[in-house]
C-alpha cells in the first residue's frame, strides 16, 4: 500500500526516485511503531486508534488542521484510491502521508517554513484528487517536483538570505513563512504548470481551476516584512515592558511610602499621592503603544483594522492622560479655583481623577486577575465568536498571529509558581524599602529643603542632584531582583533535588550501603514485564517482592541451582534471584565498558564484577568492593557479642549470631566465604585429605543445622584462624601469579583430580545441606617417606603454605572445645591425623608441589582464590575504584534508579529515536603526528599532555593492551588504540560517536534480559534506533583525500549502524556552477562505503546559520518518532543508555494541558579537572545545566531548549519548522528558537535528571572569552527578535518573570550592572569635582549602600552554584569548593565576564555584527603573548578598566567625604579585574623571559605598519573600529551621551582648585612661554631628524636623538615644577581629549588615530609595569602556575612538570643539554635509579658492585622527557656481614643458580616477612670486590655454595 502510493505520486509529481525510496522507508518504520498504539496495555480498548496509520496521520496533520482552520478552508485529504486493494480509510490515510512525507523530503530550506510546505501539500493534493479516479494519470521526470516547485522558491528566498542588509531591511525565513499566515497566498498555484514536462497525461483530465492562478513565487517575491528587527534597546524594552513597568510602578509606591514615614503624612494624603500610580500607569501604557507604532513603523503593512485599533488606543490613551493630569495639577492646586467654570475643593478633584483612572485601568485589572488563570487567555484567542474576535482584532493585533494562541499552563502549576514569585517579590519590595528607598529620603528632604530656604539654589540644580542621586538607586532596583532570584532558586532547587533523591548515594560507602537494593529497583523500572521470560509468557519477575535484599533474611539470596544464565532464568523460581541475575548482568556490561574506557585497573574491574563459577552453587557472586571487610566485621562482631554475655551463661546460636544473621550481606558473605573457601582448601590439600576435609567442614556444617556452633566453638578464638588463613590465602594469591609449573610431575602417583572442573554436584549439595559427607574418600596410595625422598628439591610456595596451613589447623584445633562430645573429639583427632599423614600435603614435598603445579594450571582455582583473597584479605578502602570518574558514574546510575523514573516497555513497544550530530570540521580521531607534534612553544605535543591529564588512565591503556612501556604504543598493533585511547579525551567526533553508539548496546543488553532472539534484536535495532552524523564537508574530504575522511570512514565500519549524511556538490561548468545534493552512506560491512541515498536539492542548502542547515539537510535521513541531538562536544555512557527507554516514556506523560514536545537532560561538564579556569566554567555550566534547568521546569514551567542533548519529538517539529531556526545573524543562538517556537506553538517542555550526558567546555581563557561573546551576541541578537517579543506579550506575567531571569534577563543584569558601576563611578567623581558632596554643610554618602548592594550582594550569586554541589556532593564539600573557587581567583573571572556580556549584548543590539565564534576545543597550556591579549580584550575590557581606575583616582583627589575605601573597594576589584584577569588567567605571565618577550613583541607590533591586525597596532585599531561607520544615529547618542560625561568632568576639573598656582606669590626662572617654545623647537628637531635619520652618521643619530630625548622631559618636567597648574589642566586635558577622540570616531575623524596610539602605549605600560615587578620576585610566578593547575594537581595531575620539562623539549628526540638544568636532571634521575633498585630488590638479587649497562625504560610519560635513550647505572648491593659469613664461601642461606634467595622474603611470596635479626647489611660508595675474584662491569656476577645448606 505505501509502495503503490509512493509509486502513484512519485509519477504525478515528479519526485525523485531516491527521495521516494527515502521516504517509504521513513514511513514503514514510522507506521511499525506505531502498532504499539493496538496493544491494550499501552492504550485501553476504546481509546485505542483504528489503525496505526490513523494515530500517524493525526499526529502528522495536527498543524495542517490548525492552518486550514484559521485560512478558513477544508483540509484537502485524499479519496478512495481504486489502485490499491486497501480499506478506503487505510487507503486514503496513506496517500496523505506518502504526499507530505515526499514534499517534506525534497523541500530543504523549505522546511524552514512550515506553512509553507502546508501550503504545497494543500494545493498538490487539490491537484491530485481531481485525478483520483482516472486510470491513466500523468507521469513527470523525477526531479520536475525539485525543479519546478522547490527551486524557484528556493531562489526567492537564497536572493534576500544572501543579502548584506541589515535584518530590518532583508526578509528570512520568518517573514517568507509568515505570508502564508495570511489567505493571501491561497490566491497563488504552487507552481508554474509546464506542458511539456507531461509524459502521456491523459486528456481526461479537466483543466484545474489553480492553472489560472499566479505562481506562489510572485506572491513570495512581492511579500511584505512582517516584523522590523530594529536595532535599538527599545526593542527589548518593548518586549519586557511588562517587566519594566512593574519596577518603576513599584518604585513609586515604595518611595511615598517611605516620604509618608519620615514627613509623617496622613493617610489621606499617602493615598492622593499615592494615586499617582495611575496616572504612571496610564502613560507607560500609552509610551508602550507608541513605541508599538515606532517598532512597525516604517517597513510593516497594516491592515485597516490594526491601524485603526491603534490610533484609537493612542488617542484615548492620551485624552485620558491630559485629563489626569490636570485633575492631579487642581487636587494639589489652590484651595477655591475654578476650573472647567466649576469651583469645588481638592477632594473633588482627586475623586474626579480617581473615577477616570479606574475606569481606563479596567483592561489592565482584568489583565492582571487573568495572569492567575492563563486558560481564559487561551480559550479567548481560540475562540470562534466573531465579536470577540473582533474585540481582539481592535484591541490585540497579537491576537491574529497564527501562533502565540495556546502558551497556557494548568492552575495548579500555575498557583506553584505564581506562589513562588509572590514571596520573591514581596521579600524584594521589603529589602529594596530599607536598602535602596528609604535611605533616599533624607538627602531628597535635605536638598528640597536648601532650594525652598536659600535663594542662591535653582530648581534645575536641585533636579539634576535629585536625578544623579536617585539615578544609580533605581539601577539597582533593576538589578537586586536577580540576585533574590538566584536565593530562591537555590532554596527551591535544593528542595526539588532532594525530594527527587538526587545526591543520596555521593561516595562509594554509600553506595555498599545501598547496593542491595539496587537489583529491586533495576528489575521494576528499566526492564520490561517480559524479562526474564519468553515473550507472552505468564511468568515474570518484575512483581513486587516482599523478600528484598534488606528486609532482613536470614540466609543468603543468591540462591543455589547451578546452571548458566539462560537456563538459570528459565528454570529458577526465586523471583528474587532473578533480579540478582538480572542486574549483574547488566552491571558487569558497565563494569567492562569502564574497562574498556581505561577508566579502571584489571584488578578494579575483577573487584567491581559479580562473579559466575560454573558448576558453582550460586548462581552469582557478589562483588568483592560489596564484601570486602565484611568479614572482618563479623569476628568484631562476635567478639563483642561474646564479650557482652554473662560469664558462665549459655547462649545459644541464634542469639550470639543474631548481629550477624540480622544483616544479609554478612550472611551472603559468610556464605560465599564457606563455599569458596572449602573449594579453596579441598584442592590445595589434594585428593589424599579429601575425606578429612569432607567430614571436617560437615561436622561444622551439621553444628550450625542444629544450632549447636556456639556450644563446640570458642567464638572468641575465630580470630587466630581467619588470620593464618588470610595468611594462606594471600601467600597462594601472590605465589600462584609467579609460579611456573615442573614440566614433568615430581611424583609418579597418579592424579586422580582434575582442578578445572567444579566440585561435583554432591559437593554443592552437601554445603547446600549443611553435609560433606557425600563426598566419596580416595583410597591413600602408598608413598616414600618424605625424609628419604631424593628429589627433594627447594619450594618456597610449597613450604611457606604448607606453614601456614599448619598454623590454621593448630587454630581450629584451638577453636574446638573438645571435652563437649565424641564429635568434637573426632574432629580434633581428624585434624590431627591431618597433620601427621606422612604422605599427605603437609610432609611429602613432590606430593605438595604437584599439587600446587597443578592448582597453578587452573583457570578456575586461580578465580576462585581471586575471589577469596578479595573476601577475607581485603578492606574497602583496597577495592575501590581509585578513579574519580569511575566512583562519580556508578553512584550517579546507583542513585538514579532510586529516582522517579517511567517503568520501561517491551523492547517491541518502545518509542523509536535517532540521534543527529551535526559535524564541521572538527577533530574526528587524533593521528600520530597530531599527537606527537609540539604546536607551542613550551614544547608539549598533545599525547604528552594526556598523558599527564590522565596519567592513571594511560596506566590502565597499556595494562589493557599488555605494553610494558611506551615504545610499542605506535606499532601497527596498537597505532589505532592508541590514537583512540587519546581521542577518547579529546572533544573529538570519535568520542561523540563512540558515547552515543552505547545506545545500540544497551538496547542489545536489554533485549538479552528480555530473551529475544538475536534475528528479532537485529530488526529491532534498525527500528528503534539510529545514529546520523551530518558531516557537512565530508564529500570535499574524501574529494581531497584528508585523513578525516578515513578516519569517519573507520567509524561507519567500526558501529554498522552509524549513518552518515554529507552535502555533495558537483560541478556542472566552467562557471562555477554546481549541483548540490543531501547523500546518505553507510559502511559496506566489507571494508567499504555504500551510497544508500541520495537526493538533488536546488541549491547550496546553507543559506543561514551552518549548524542549523546542517541538522536540516540530514533530517530526511532520520527515521525514529523522536530526535536527540548532540553536539561534537558531548559524549555518552554505557550505564545512562541503559536508562533511554525510560527516558522516551516521558513524552507519554502530560502533565498540564499541552503535550511534552521536547525533553531535556542533565549534562556532565567533564573537562573541569584541565586548570582553574576550566573548573570555573565546568562549576558554571554545571550550575546552569542542573539546578537552574530543575528550577525552570519545577516549579517555573519555563523550560525552554538551551541546546544539546534534548529529545525532541520529530513528528511535532518537522510539521512546524524543525529543531532549530537558521536565518542569517538572528538566529545566531539557533538552539534557543525552538525553545521559543514550542512555547509559541503550544508544545511544552520537561526536564529530567535520572540521566545524564557528558559535554566539554572551554578551558582557555581566549577561548571562554569567545564562548561568552558569542553567547552575549545570540542574547542581544534575541532581544531584537519577533520570537521573543511575541513569546513575552502572551505569558502571564509569572511565566515572564521566570523567562527573563532564567534566561536572556541574566544578560540584562550585565548590561544594568557594568552601567550602574559605570554611573556611580562617574557620579561620584561628578559630586566631588563639582564640590557637591555636601548638602548644606551636611555630609552624605548615600553611594555606600550601593558598595554594599554591589559587593556584598554579588556573594548571593554563588549560593545556587554552592547548593547544586551541595545537594550533589554534600554540603562540606560543597564548602571547599566555593572556598577554593575563591582562593584562585574565581570572583575576578567571573566579574571580567560580567563585563564581557555586556560589552558584547550592548554591541551587537546597537551595532550588530553577531557571528557564530569558533571557540575551538583543544587543550590550552601555552601562553598568550600580550600583544594578542591586547588585541582580545582592549576594546572590552581593558580601556574600561584604564577609564574606572582614572576615575577613582579623581574621586580620591577631590572627595572630603571620607569613607573612600568603603565607598570603592567594589569598584577597585571590578577595575582591577578588568585590567588583570587577563594576565592572572594566562599561564607564565610572571615569568621574567616570558614578560621580556611579551613586552618586546608588544613594541613590534605597536610600531608595526603591516602584516594585518596580528602584526601591526595601527591595522588592528583601524579594524576594531569600523563598525562606528555603520552606526545609526541613534546608537550614536549613546556614545555622545559618554563624550558629554568626559567634557563635564574635564570642565570640572579645570575649573576647581586643585593645586592652583598663584602667579603674585610664586615667581619662576623661565618663562611658561620660554619653555612652550623650547618644547616646539626639540618637537621640529625630532620630526626633522626622524626624517633624515638614514643620512646621518650613527654616532651624530644617537646624539641627537639622546639631546631631543633628555630635552622634552626636562622641559615638561620644569613646567610642571614651575606652575601646579599644569597638572591640574594635563588631568583636564585627558578628558577633553577622551571627548574629542570619542566624537572622532563617531564622525570618522582620522585625526584621534594618534592620540589613541599615545593611550594605547600608556595603557601597554601601566600593565606592564606591575607585570615586570612581580616577575623579578619570581614567587608569584609559582603561586600562579599552583593556583591555576590546583584544580588538576588534586586529581593526580602534575602540570607544573609539563611547563617544566617542556623548557627544555626543544630537540626533537626530547633529550635534554647536560648543562641545561642539570640540578633538575640529577633529581629525576635519582628518581630513577631508586626506582630501579627497588624493582632488583623486589627481585630478590643479591651480589656486590653490580653494574647494570642497560636501556632505562620508564612508562612515565614526563620523565621520557628528560632521561636519556640509554644509560649506564651502577648499583650497589649492600655487603652482608656476620660472624658467619667469610672468604669466598657462603653459610646460611644459600642462592639459587638465579642468584634468588630461596629461603628470603621474595622467595617465600611475603615481602613483608623481616629481615634476619642476626644479619646487617652495609652499603658503600664504591662498588665492592668479590674476595674470590675480580669483579668485572659487564653483567651480574654470583658464587654458589659447595653444599646446599640444612633447613633450619
Same mark, same amino acid.
Given at each position: ?14 519526485? +525523485? ?56 478552508? *477544508? ?322 493585533? %497579537? ?78 532596583? %533593576? ?50 514485564? $517480559?524479562? @526474564? ?197 594471600? /601467600? ?144 574497602? $578502602? ?23 523514573? *517511567? ?27 597530531? #599527537? ?59 568520542? /561523540? ?138 559524549? @555518552? ?250 582562593? /584562585? ?81 567594589? #569598584? ?109 623647537? %626639540? ?71 594618534? %592620540? ?36 588538576? #594537581? ?6 607544573? $612538570? ?127 670486590? +668479590? ?13 654458589? *655454595? ?7
Amino acid at each position: 500500500m505505501v509502495y503503490s502510493a509512493c509509486e502513484d505520486l512519485g509519477n504525478f509529481f515528479g519526485f +525523485q526516485d531516491s527521495s521516494v525510496r527515502n521516504q517509504a522507508e521513513h514511513l514503514l518504520i514510522l507506521l511499525s511503531n506505531n502498532r504499539r498504539y493496538m496493544s491494550n496495555h499501552i492504550l485501553r480498548a476504546n481509546m485505542q486508534p483504528p489503525s496505526p496509520i490513523h494515530a500517524l496521520h493525526a499526529k502528522v496533520f495536527s498543524n495542517y488542521m490548525k492552518w486550514c482552520r484559521a485560512m478558513g478552508v *477544508p483540509p484537502n485529504f485524499s479519496k478512495m484510491n481504486s489502485s490499491m486493494s486497501a480499506p478506503p480509510a487505510l487507503a486514503s490515510r496513506v496517500v496523505d502521508l506518502v504526499l507530505f512525507f515526499c514534499v517534506w523530503g525534497e523541500s530543504v530550506n523549505v522546511r524552514h517554513m512550515p506553512e509553507c510546505m502546508w501550503f504545497l501539500y494543500h494545493k498538490m493534493m487539490e491537484q491530485y484528487t481531481m485525478s483520483e479516479g482516472f486510470t491513466q494519470t500523468r507521469s513527470l521526470y523525477a526531479g520536475n517536483f525539485v525543479d519546478k516547485v522547490i527551486f524557484p522558491i528556493y531562489d526567492i528566498v537564497c536572493a534576500s538570505m544572501k543579502s548584506k542588509k541589515d535584518h530590518k531591511e532583508k526578509r528570512n525565513y520568518d517573514d517568507f513563512n509568515e505570508f502564508f499566515w495570511s489567505r493571501n497566498c491561497l490566491r497563488y498555484s504552487y507552481c508554474e504548470e509546464s506542458a511539456p514536462d507531461v509524459e502521456g497525461a491523459s486528456r481526461l483530465v479537466r483543466p484545474l481551476p489553480g492553472e489560472s492562478l499566479p505562481p506562489i513565487t510572485i506572491g513570495l517575491a512581492n511579500s511584505p516584512k512582517t516584523f522590523l528587527e530594529k536595532r535599538s534597546w527599545l526593542r527589548g524594552i518593548l518586549a519586557m515592558y511588562r517587566i519594566i513597568e512593574w519596577h518603576i510602578i513599584t518604585f513609586y509606591v515604595l518611595a511615598v511610602t517611605a516620604f509618608s514615614r519620615e514627613l509623617v503624612w496622613g493617610w489621606v494624603y499617602t493615598l492622593q499621592i499615592g494615586s499617582g500610580v495611575f496616572w504612571i500607569m496610564n502613560l507607560l501604557q500609552l509610551s508602550s503603544g507608541v513605541l508599538e507604532v515606532w517598532a512597525i513603523y516604517p517597513g510593516i503593512q497594516l491592515n485597516g483594522t490594526i491601524v485603526c485599533g491603534s490610533i484609537f488606543s493612542i488617542l484615548s490613551r492620551f485624552l485620558v492622560l491630559v485629563y489626569q493630569t490636570l485633575y492631579l495639577m487642581w487636587t494639589f492646586g489652590p484651595e477655591g479655583a475654578v476650573h472647567l467654570g466649576i469651583k469645588e475643593d481638592a477632594n473633588f478633584w482627586w475623586w474626579q481623577y480617581v473615577w477616570l483612572s479606574v475606569l481606563c485601568m479596567i483592561p489592565w485589572f482584568i489583565e492582571a486577575v487573568i495572569q492567575f488563570y492563563p486558560t481564559i487567555t487561551s480559550k479567548i484567542y481560540t475562540s470562534q465568536n466573531d465579536y470577540v474576535q473582533s474585540f481582539l482584532n481592535i484591541l490585540f493585533p %497579537l491576537s491574529r498571529l497564527y501562533v502565540g494562541k495556546e502558551v497556557q499552563e494548568s492552575f495548579r502549576n500555575t498557583m506553584i509558581y505564581s506562589f513562588y514569585w509572590l514571596t520573591l517579590m514581596v521579600w524584594k519590595l521589603y529589602f529594596s524599602y530599607i536598602f535602596e528607598v528609604y535611605s533616599m529620603v533624607q538627602p531628597t528632604i535635605h536638598l528640597v529643603d536648601d532650594y525652598v530656604n536659600y535663594s542662591n539654589q535653582s530648581f534645575a540644580q536641585m533636579s539634576l542632584l535629585l536625578s544623579m542621586r536617585w539615578f544609580p538607586q533605581f539601577l539597582v532596583y %533593576l538589578i537586586d531582583m536577580s540576585i533574590w532570584y538566584s536565593v530562591w532558586q537555590a532554596c527551591a532547587g535544593t528542595s526539588i533535588g532532594f525530594s527527587e533523591h538526587l545526591g543520596d548515594i555521593r561516595t562509594m560507602k554509600d553506595l555498599r550501603s545501598n547496593f542491595g537494593r539496587a537489583p529491586e529497583h533495576f528489575c521494576h523500572k528499566m526492564l520490561s514485564p $517480559d524479562a @526474564g521470560s519468553r515473550r507472552g509468557s505468564s511468568a515474570s519477575f518484575l512483581k513486587s517482592s516482599s523478600n528484598s535484599f534488606g528486609d532482613g533474611e536470614r540466609k543468603s539470596l543468591l540462591g543455589s541451582d547451578p546452571h548458566s544464565l539462560q537456563g538459570y532464568v528459565n528454570r529458577l523460581l526465586d523471583v528474587r534471584v532473578q533480579k540478582w541475575v538480572m542486574f549483574s548482568a547488566a552491571w558487569n556490561d558497565i563494569i567492562d565498558h569502564f574497562r574498556q574506557e581505561d577508566i579502571i585497573s584489571n584488578a578494579e574491574r575483577d573487584n567491581l564484577k559479580f562473579s559466575r563459577f560454573d558448576g558453582f552453587s550460586q548462581a552469582i557472586y557478589l562483588p568483592v568492593f560489596q564484601t570486602a571487610g565484611v568479614i572482618e566485621d563479623i569476628v568484631a562482631e562476635l567478639e563483642i557479642s561474646k564479650e557482652d554475655a554473662p560469664a558462665n551463661s549459655a547462649f545459644s546460636d541464634d542469639e550470639i549470631f543474631k548481629p550477624i544473621l540480622s544483616n544479609v550481606i554478612m550472611c551472603t558473605t559468610v556464605s560465599e566465604v564457606w563455599e569458596l573457601g572449602s573449594y579453596v582448601l579441598l584442592q590445595l590439600v589434594g585428593p589424599t585429605h579429601r575425606n578429612d576435609v569432607v567430614a571436617i567442614t560437615g561436622q561444622i556444617l551439621k553444628w550450625s543445622e542444629n544450632g549447636t556452633l556456639a556450644k563446640h566453638v570458642n567464638v572468641e578464638k575465630l580470630r587466630t584462624v581467619l588470620n593464618n588463613f588470610v595468611k594462606l590465602v594471600t /601467600t597462594l594469591q601472590k605465589g600462584m601469579r609467579k609460579r611456573k609449573p615442573a614440566s614433568q610431575p615430581r611424583s609418579s602417583a597418579e592424579k586422580s583430580q582434575q582442578v578445572n572442573s567444579a566440585p561435583s554436584r554432591g559437593m554443592r549439595r552437601a554445603v547446600s545441606a549443611t553435609s560433606l559427607g557425600s563426598y566419596e574418600a580416595v583410597p591413600n596410595k602408598k608413598v616414600n617417606n618424605f625424609m628419604s625422598s631424593n628429589s627433594s628439591s627447594a619450594d618456597a610456595l610449597r613450604d611457606q603454605a604448607r606453614d601456614h596451613f599448619r598454623a590454621m589447623a593448630h587454630a581450629i584445633k584451638g577453636l574446638l572445645n573438645h571435652n563437649i562430645d565424641a564429635d568434637s573429639r573426632e574432629l580434633s583427632d581428624r585434624l590431627t591425623f591431618m597433620l601427621s599423614m606422612e604422605n599427605g600435603f603437609l610432609w611429602k614435598d613432590d606430593y605438595a608441589s604437584d599439587q600446587l603445579d597443578l592448582l597453578c594450571k587452573s583457570s578456575l582455582f586461580k578465580e576462585v582464590l581471586t575471589k577469596v583473597y578479595g573476601l577475607i584479605a581485603c578492606f574497602p $578502602d583496597d577495592v575501590e575504584p581509585k578513579s574519580k570518574e569511575a566512583s562519580r558514574r556508578l553512584t550517579f546510575f546507583v542513585n538514579s534508579l532510586f529516582m522517579d523514573m *517511567p517503568d520501561a516497555p517491551s523492547i517491541h513497544d518502545m518509542f523509536s529515536w535517532n540521534v543527529l550530530t551535526p559535524y564541521y570540521s572538527e577533530p574526528v580521531t587524533y593521528s600520530k603526528s597530531e #599527537l606527537e607534534q609540539r604546536s607551542d612553544a613550551l614544547g608539549v605535543s598533545t599525547l604528552l599532555y594526556l598523558q599527564t591529564l590522565y596519567r592513571s588512565d594511560w596506566n590502565n591503556y597499556l595494562e589493557r593492551q599488555g605494553l610494558m612501556d611506551d615504545e610499542k604504543i605506535w606499532s601497527k598493533k596498537n597505532i589505532y588504540e592508541t590514537r583512540t585511547w587519546a581521542s577518547l579525551r579529546a572533544q573529538t567526533l570519535q568520542r /561523540t560517536v563512540s558515547g552515543m553508539m552505547y545506545y545500540e548496546k544497551a538496547l542489545r543488553r536489554l533485549a538479552n534480559l528480555e530473551r529475544l532472539d538475536d534475528d528479532t534484536t537485529n530488526y529491532l535495532m534498525g527500528e528503534k534506533f539510529g545514529y546520523i552524523v551530518s558531516c557537512q564537508v565530508y564529500g570535499n574530504q574524501k574529494k581531497n583525500q584528508s585523513p578525516a575522511a578515513d578516519d569517519i570512514d573507520q567509524l561507519m565500519h567500526r558501529f554498522p549502524l552509524l549513518r552518515v549524511a554529507y552535502i555533495d556538490s558537483i560541478r556542472v561548468s566552467r562557471t562555477g556552477a554546481a549541483v548540490y545534493y543531501s547523500v546518505l552512506v553507510k559502511s559496506d560491512g566489507r571494508g567499504g562505503i555504500q551510497e544508500v541515498y541520495r537526493v538533488r536539492l536546488p541549491g547550496n542548502p546553507v543559506l543561514g546559520e551552518g549548524k542549523p542547515e546542517n541538522q536540516n539537510h540530514a533530517m530526511i535521513f532520520t527515521r525514529g518518532e523522536f530526535l536527540q541531538t548532540i553536539d561534537m562536544n558531548q559524549e @555518552g555512557y554505557f550505564e545512562e543508555a541503559l536508562k533511554m527507554r525510560n527516558a522516551l516514556q516521558e513524552f507519554a506523560k502530560r502533565d498540564g494541558p499541552l503535550p511534552t514536545t521536547i525533553l531535556g537532560l542533565r549534562e556532565h561538564i567533564f573537562t573541569g579537572s584541565i586548570s582553574s579556569l576550566a573548573n570555573y566554567m565546568a562549576l558554571q555550566e554545571t550550575s546552569f545545566v542542573t539546578l537552574g534547568q530543575r528550577v525552570l521546569d519545577t516549579p517555573l514551567r519555563m523550560r525552554l531548549h538551551y541546546g544539546h542533548p534534548d529529545v525532541f519529538d520529530k513528528l511535532f517539529f518537522i510539521t512546524r519548522g524543525g529543531i532549530s531556526k537558521s536565518s542569517k545573524g538572528i538566529n545566531l543562538s539557533e538552539d534557543i528558537f525552538v525553545g521559543y517556537n514550542n512555547v509559541l506553538r503550544g508544545g511544552q517542555v520537561g526536564f529530567k535528571e535520572y540521566l545524564q550526558v557528558g559535554k566539554g567546555r572551554d578551558v582557555g581563557m581566549s577561548q571562554i572569552y569567545k564562548f561568552e561573546a558569542k553567547l552575549s551576541q545570540g542574547n542581544g541578537e534575541q532581544t531584537l527578535s519577533r520570537d521573543v517579543y511575541r513569546m513575552c506579550h502572551r505569558l502571564d506575567f509569572c511565566r515572564l518573570l521566570s523567562y527573563y531571569f532564567g534566561g536572556i534577563g541574566h544578560y540584562f543584569s550585565n548590561v544594568l550592572t557594568i552601567l550602574t558601576i559605570y554611573a556611580v563611578v562617574y557620579l561620584m567623581a561628578m559630586l566631588a569635582v563639582y564640590d557637591l558632596e555636601s548638602i548644606g554643610g551636611r555630609q552624605i554618602t548615600p553611594m555606600g549602600t550601593i558598595q554594599m548592594l554591589l559587593g556584598g550582594l554579588g556573594l548571593l550569586q554563588t549560593i545556587p552554584l554552592y547548593a547544586t554541589l551541595g545537594v550533589e556532593r554534600g554540603w562540606w564539600n560543597s564548602l571547599r569548593e566555593i572556598a577554593h573557587v575563591f582562593l /584562585t581567583g574565581g570572583p575576578l573571572h567571573f566579574m571580567f565576564h560580567i563585563q564581557t556580556k555586556a560589552h558584547y549584548m550592548s554591541q551587537t543590539i546597537l551595532v550588530g555584527g553577531a557571528k557564530y565564534r569558533a571557540t575551538g576545543r583543544g587543550f590550552v597550556t601555552q601562553h598568550t603573548p600580550m600583544d594578542e591579549q591586547f588585541r582580545f580584550f582592549a576594546s572590552s575590557h581593558l580601556y574600561l578598566g584604564v577609564e574606572m581606575s582614572a576615575c577613582l583616582i579623581i574621586l580620591a583627589i577631590f572627595s572630603d567625604a571620607g569613607q573612600y575605601a568603603g565607598r570603592t573597594w567594589s #569598584l577597585w576589584l571590578a577595575s582591577i579585574s578588568f585590567l588583570a584577569s587577563p594576565f592572572w588567567f594566562n599561564p607564565l605571565s610572571f615569568d621574567w623571559n616570558v614578560v621580556t618577550s611579551d613586552y618586546c613583541s608588544y613594541l613590534n607590533w605597536m610600531s608595526g605598519a603591516s602584516g594585518g591586525s596580528a602584526k601591526s597596532w595601527s591595522i588592528w585599531w583601524r579594524e576594531e573600529n569600523a563598525f562606528y561607520k555603520s552606526l545609526q544615529f541613534s546608537s550614536k547618542l549613546v556614545y555622545m551621551i559618554k563624550a558629554a560625561i568626559y567634557l563635564l568632568l574635564a570642565e570640572g576639573i579645570r575649573t576647581s582648585g586643585l593645586l592652583q598656582w598663584d602667579p603674585m606669590l610664586d615667581k619662576v626662572p623661565i618663562g611658561l612661554s620660554t619653555l612652550l617654545t623650547i618644547i616646539v623647537l %626639540l618637537i621640529v628637531i625630532g620630526m626633522v631628524y626622524s626624517s633624515r635619520q638614514r643620512d646621518l652618521p650613527y654616532p651624530v643619530r644617537r646624539t641627537i636623538g639622546i639631546f631631543v630625548c633628555i630635552g622634552l622631559i626636562m622641559a615638561v618636567l620644569t613646567i610642571y615644577l614651575e606652575d601646579s597648574d599644569t597638572i591640574r589642566y594635563t588631568m583636564a586635558a585627558y578628558y577633553a581629549l577622551g571627548a574629542f577622540c570619542q566624537l572622532g570616531l563617531l564622525f570618522g575623524f582620522e585625526a584621534v588615530k594618534p %592620540l589613541y596610539c599615545i593611550h594605547d602605549v600608556i595603557c601597554g605600560h601601566i600593565i606592564f609595569i606591575p607585570l615586570f615587578i612581580l616577575a623579578a620576585l619570581q614567587i608569584p610566578n609559582y603561586i600562579q602556575t599552583w593556583l591555576l593547575y590546583h584544580n588538576a #594537581l588534586s586529581s593526580d595531575v602534575v602540570i607544573s $612538570d609539563i611547563l617544566r620539562y617542556a623548557r627544555k623539549s626543544q630537540e626533537a628526540d626530547g633529550s635534554v643539554d647536560d648543562n641545561d638544568g642539570l640540578s633538575e636532571q640529577i633529581t629525576e634521575l635519582r628518581k630513577i635509579v631508586q626506582r630501579q633498585e627497588e624493582l632488583i630488590a623486589a627481585a630478590g638479587l643479591t651480589g656486590n658492585g653490580i653494574t647494570v649497562s642497560t636501556p632505562v625504560r620508564n612508562i612515565d610519560a614526563i620523565a621520557n622527557l628528560v632521561q636519556p635513550n640509554e644509560e649506564v647505572i651502577k648499583i650497589q648491593q649492600p655487603i652482608v656481614t656476620g660472624p658467619k659469613y667469610g672468604g669466598g664461601s657462603m653459610s646460611g642461606r644459600s642462592l639459587s643458580m638465579s642468584g634468588l634467595d630461596v629461603w628470603g622474603s621474595m622467595a617465600m611470596g611475603d615481602t613483608s616477612d623481616p629481615i634476619d635479626p642476626g644479619t646487617s647489611y652495609a652499603q658503600n660508595d664504591a662498588p665492592q670486590q +668479590q674476595s674470590s675474584s675480580d669483579q668485572t662491569d659487564q653483567g651480574f656476577s654470583f658464587s654458589q *655454595p659447595d653444599t646446599m645448606p640444612p633447613r633450619n
